[in-house]
């Protein structure tokens, strides 16, 4: 279904006031990486090493960090999508404290993330012109 033009003009001026946000310096190796003319060039920024023959590379530091996790009785599971728990519980006392009283009420959710975090900066910092006067703030 076509949205009228009407709805797409009042999308875009939402949007109107938020400044462009400063390039992310992860993303800026990548395309350091891109540029270079260098033979000798290795990508170290975001995505998977790999061999010259396109193989995986998993670094040693890795391989021995792995070792150290297992050997505590880690494993490889992936956590929650919410994150661990433990972890999200002592984020919030550690940040708002217990007598809080969003906390007291149950108005506050936490989120673990683990990856990207740039990106996470990114959008919690253009969320706020975009939403700023919805909800009185």
Same mark, same amino acid.
């Given at each position: ?23 992310d310096p ?6 350091? !990486? ?8 290795? +990508? ?30 880690? +494993? ?10 433990? !972890? ?9 404290g217990s ?13 673990q993330v683990?990856? *990207?975090?740039? *990106? ?18």
């Amino acid at each position: 279904m076509k949205k009228p033009a009407a709805a797409l003009v009042a999308n875009a001026s939402r949007l109107s006031g938020v400044e462009m946000a400063p390039p992310d310096p992860i993303l800026g190796v990548s395309e350091a !990486f891109k540029a270079s003319k260098d033979p000798n060039k290795l +990508n170290l920024g975001v995505g998977a090493y790999r061999t010259e023959e396109l193989q995986p590379l998993v670094l040693e530091v890795v391989k021995k960090a792995e070792q150290k996790m297992l050997a505590a009785g880690y +494993n490889k599971e992936y956590l929650p999508i919410e994150g661990l728990d433990v !972890f999200r519980q002592a984020t919030v006392q550690l940040l708002l404290g217990s007598d809080n009283a969003a906390v007291k009420e149950g108005r506050v959710a936490v989120l673990q993330v683990s990856w *990207h975090l740039s *990106h996470n900066r990114v959008q919690g910092s253009t969320r706020s012109p975009v939403t700023r006067g919805r909800d009185g703030q």
